[in-house]
């Protein structure tokens, strides 16, 4: 039993530069999530999906976009990445919003 | 604003001590306080997790204790081990409602030392 996977573990982009991190449940979540994590910031919400083909925005939507592809995988894109999007990105799922999440192991983003 | 409120940033502890973590928050409406662990280059974890309808619940050497009037809620790490040496996050989230995900605290990185 997997859990969550997310790919890739580790990236470095160049300023202005896309990427798509991503994300898979296997365990028959409706809920998934994405977090960044800074230093002294703790976790914030960036965007989130209560159930398949619904997305929502967290608490720092700014230079980020997902899709719920379907109900075991949700992706990040950065479109035009900044340094400021340097972070270790987490992706959690849950049964249901706001209780039990799983987390995967994170993708940590260096942007030079 | 929903906002969990957590102290101390950092927490350094003797082997065998109590390690303390508290949380505040100011959403009346939160009725789901779970705590999260999180070793380096992993992602947190569910420790324990308590509901306003208690004071307290105990699992092993954790308890949650939880102040409604005060809204605030703590860990409380009994005999701290080394291997507790982590992240700890604290949460809130409105179950009632639905659909509204998991506010974290800013973490609390404890250090436990021989």
């Known amino acids: 039993n997997a859990g969550v996977t997310q790919t890739p573990k580790f990236q470095v982009l160049k300023t202005g530069q896309s990427m798509t991190l991503q994300c898979a449940q296997d365990?028959?979540?409706?809920?998934m999530y994405w977090y960044r994590q800074d230093p002294g910031m703790g976790l914030r919400l960036i965007y989130y999906?209560?159930?398949?083909?619904?997305?929502d925005k967290g608490e720092v939507p700014n230079g980020y976009n997902v899709s719920r592809l379907n109900k075991r995988e949700f992706s990040l894109r950065l479109e035009s990445a900044a340094p400021s999007q340097t972070s270790v990105y987490f992706c959690?799922?849950?049964?249901?919003?706001?209780?039990?999440?799983?987390f995967g192991s994170g993708t940590r983003l260096t942007v030079v | 604003q929903q906002q969990v409120k957590q102290s101390p940033q950092s927490l350094i502890v003797q082997k065998g001590g109590i390690s303390i973590i508290n949380c505040a928050y100011e959403?009346?409406?939160?009725?789901?306080f779970p705590w999260y662990q999180q070793f380096p280059g992993k992602g947190p974890a569910l420790l324990i997790a308590?509901?306003?309808?208690?004071s307290e619940k105990k699992e092993g050497r954790f308890t949650i204790s939880f102040n409604k009037s005060a809204k605030q809620f703590s860990l409380h790490i009994m005999d701290s081990q080394p291997g507790d040496s982590a992240t700890y996050f604290c949460?809130?989230?409105?179950?009632?409602?639905?659909?509204?995900?998991?506010?974290f605290g800013k973490g609390t990185r404890l250090s436990v030392i021989a």
């Open positions: 999906s209560a159930s398949e083909g619904t997305t």
């Open positions: 959690a799922s849950s049964v249901g919003t706001g209780k039990g999440y799983t």
């Open positions: 308590i509901r306003p309808d208690v």
């Open positions: 365990m028959n979540h409706n809920s």
């Open positions: 959403n009346t409406a939160f009725d789901y």
């Open positions: 949460a809130a989230s409105d179950q009632y409602s639905g659909n509204t995900p998991l506010v």
